[in-house]
């Protein structure tokens, strides 16, 4: 017999339905909750996750599953469980509220509100009884419910106090306009690679996040510098040094392709084992980068794990992308309790079985396989990894094949094949938990990583993006005039309209897949979306955009995002975005919008640089002006100019087709001087390189252009 249900079994999201069973009275953010607290004049206390978060996991099963702990949470409090996925805008106001009285922040989020939704206590994760160096749950609970008996006067006037305080900083983050420096770019280089690791790559100690974002950056400041300025050499090199690291570490899914979370070391071996759909998007772009800079086609391999993996493990039949699997997992089937990793660890013994006794050796030499397995202790402090093995590259092909007999190529092949048995085997485990909501904003970096890996060759991969695209435009509107976009959808549109960063993300996946031949219409859609951000988002008096849009009733602050962490912030993508549609429609204006943005984050750019490295990405392209490459022609005519412009890394390139169509016209209505741009003799396809709205004369030849792109970054 199933345990009864809560009003969480109406909900959509599935980190919701996850807590539906739970003897605690939870509900949804709504008028519903706020009212009845209103009425029984209780606290509220709000508890901020997600699905595939680990230590949410942790704290359900010992408190919320708890009878006795439901007790006092119903007697005391009305009870709100919030996906931060869907709900971004409330979990970042009272993140900012749990960051600065805490000094740390996390899921999952536990905040408790007076009735007018103003926060007065908080923190992350907290166990049942005193432990971990942290209060019990059960005795936080009644401490707050005497003091709310007790002392209700005073926290009303503190949270009053607190909720003024969130709004201003709301208001204000974005700080005074300052003038735009180029040596912000080397500045910044300079200071984040004074953090650099390099042993292990990456940044800083552990935990290790791989923050696309950083090294997105690095790569843009390096060539601006120039590969042979010694400051330029090492920017690039520390990112690429980054992204081999990864490639070979325990972050990485050898056996099934994509990357986890995070790796709880410094050496990117033990990871926090939960896949993210919107870290698979920025690392393949990372991969991608790496692989125009250098050629180097491992690095494009890894790209094309991540994507190999995205498509079959996490993209919806209809052409949308799910969210997230989770980091636990049954260890076997009919098991009760998940495990953290269980999909993904191996036993010595088992890759015995499955390889045989010769193959196994060769294996085990190249991932680091030991006998009794190769976490430490460490970096398992629960002990869910003893005698497993997290595979890691610790001898690459060709110091395997040096005094074996076998040749570099004999050992890949080798491996290969081993990589494969495993993913079959692999493939009997109990999977961990998909999150299978669709996220616009995910999704839109989704679309950039597939329509700019199309230039590998892959041509599946470029339908990929399109599908995604139509998805999102079918499914994830709500009206065609003026658009405007819903933020998720799972077994239907959900009711929670879009955030900045959903336009955001989107206009940059529309424009990339624009650039990679996939047509016109994407184009004009971006164009819309833009216009619709600005209208929704944009506050003219600060000079960026809200995170989320106005009017909302029940939300105590509009917070203006102004770090680029595991997301960027949607400021930070608009910026390329305005330039580019600058570039391909010839509005002024939304240079003028990126620059102003630029100018109230200069000082913020110029003393926190790791703050904000996508911001200064923006800055470099703002400062190289994109240069236009048209290519007039049919689309199977400009195919080889398009994939040789794609060979090389050219963040300030911007691509327009020409194709004597409704397209060529409607682009030719904004930008006039492509109005007489057509195809050569014969239909031979042409390029026209134009800077500042004026082209030069068209050349036929790859070389030729080439040789005009010279000094095109």
């Keep these: 017999m199933s345990a009864p249900t809560n009003r969480l079994i109406r909900e959509k999201s599935p980190y919701l339905l996850q807590h539906a069973r739970n003897p605690v009275d939870w509900y949804p953010w709504g008028e519903a909750a706020f009212s009845t607290a209103r009425s029984e004049n209780k606290p509220i206390f709000l508890s901020v996750g997600y699905s595939t978060c680990h230590w949410c996991h942790v704290m359900e099963r010992e408190s919320f599953e708890n009878e006795a702990v439901a007790e006092l949470m119903n007697r005391h409090f009305v009870n709100i469980k919030v996906d931060r996925e869907e709900r971004p805008d409330v979990d970042r106001v009272y993140m900012a509220f749990v960051q600065a009285t805490t ?197 494009a391999d890894v790209a094309r794990g991540i994507l190999g993996y995205v498509a079959r493990d996490l993209r919806n039949p209809n052409g949308g992308f799910y969210s997230a699997e989770d980091a636990d997992s049954l260890p076997e089937p009919g098991a009760r309790e998940k495990c953290e990793g269980a999909f993904y660890v191996w036993t010595a013994g088992e890759l015995k079985e499955a390889l045989g006794g010769e193959l196994f050796e060769l294996f085990a030499a190249a991932y680091g396989v030991e006998e009794a397995g190769n976490c430490a202790p460490a970096s398992d402090p629960h002990g869910e990894l003893r005698g497993k093995n997290v595979l890691i590259r610790r001898k690459d092909d060709a110091a395997l094949a040096s005094g074996s007999g076998l040749s570099v190529e004999q050992v890949s092949e080798k491996l290969k094949g081993a990589l494969k048995i495993l993913f079959e085997r692999r493939a009997r485990r109990p999977r961990p938990h998909l999150d299978d909501k669709v996220i616009t904003a995910w999704n839109g970096l989704m679309i950039s990583a597939y329509a700019r890996a199309a230039a590998l060759g892959e041509s599946e991969w470029l339908e990929h993006a399109r599908q995604a695209a139509a998805f999102l435009r079918e499914n994830l509107t709500v009206s065609k005039q003026p658009v405007e976009l819903l933020r998720s959808w799972r077994e239907g549109a959900g009711d929670i309209r879009g955030f900045a960063d959903d336009y955001a993300f989107l206009i940059q996946g529309l424009l990339d897949l624009y650039e990679a031949g996939g047509g016109i219409e994407w184009l004009q859609w971006a164009e819309q979306l833009q216009l619709r951000q600005d209208e929704l988002f944009w506050d003219p008096a600060a000079g960026c955009y809200d995170s989320s849009r106005k009017g909302d009733p029940h939300l105590i602050a509009r917070m203006k995002e102004d770090h680029d962490g595991a997301e960027p912030a949607a400021n930070s993508i608009s910026i390329p975005n305005l330039l580019r549609l600058e570039a391909m429609t010839g509005r002024r204006d939304f240079r003028d919008r990126a620059g102003r943005i630029l100018s109230v984050y200069g000082e913020r750019m110029a003393s926190a640089p790791a703050a904000l490295p996508q911001m200064l990405s923006g800055l470099d392209l703002y400062l190289s002006k994109p240069v236009q490459v048209v290519l007039a022609g049919s689309a199977a005519q400009v195919r080889v100019f398009a994939g040789v412009l794609r060979e090389k890394f050219r963040p300030a390139l911007v691509l327009l087709y020409a194709d004597g169509g409704d397209g060529q016209a409607w682009l030719a209505e904004k930008l006039p001087h492509l109005r007489g741009i057509q195809a050569g003799a014969e239909g031979r396809p042409a390029a026209h390189v134009c800077r500042d709205y004026a082209c030069q004369l068209p050349v036929y030849d790859v070389k030729d252009l080439l040789d005009l792109l010279k000094d095109a970054g």
């Design 103 to 299: 000094g740390q922040g996390g899921w999952p989020m536990s905040v408790w509100l007076t009735p007018d939704l103003k926060p007065f206590a908080g923190g992350t994760y907290f166990p049942p009884e005193d432990n971990y160096g942290r209060s019990g749950f059960k005795a936080v609970l009644k401490g707050i419910a005497q003091a709310w008996e007790q002392k209700q006067d005073s926290i009303l006037e503190q949270s009053r106090r607190v909720a003024e305080y969130l709004s201003q900083a709301g208001e204000t983050s974005a700080i005074a306009e300052t003038d735009l420096k180029e040596n912000w770019i080397a500045d910044g280089a300079r200071s984040l690679l004074s953090s650099f690791d390099s042993r292990h790559g990456g940044f800083g100690g552990a935990p290790k996040f791989p923050r696309p974002v950083l090294l997105n950056f690095l790569f843009r400041a390096g060539m601006r510098l120039g590969l042979h300025h010694e400051e330029g050499r090492r920017a690039v090199e520390a990112a690429l040094f980054t992204l081999r690291q990864m490639a070979g570490g325990g972050m990485r899914d050898h056996v099934g392709g994509g990357f986890h979370r995070y790796s709880v070391d410094a050496f990117w071996h033990v990871p926090h084992f939960e896949k993210m759909l919107y870290d698979q998007a920025q690392l393949a772009l990372s991969y991608l980068d790496g692989f125009q800079i250098t050629r180097d086609s491992k690095l």
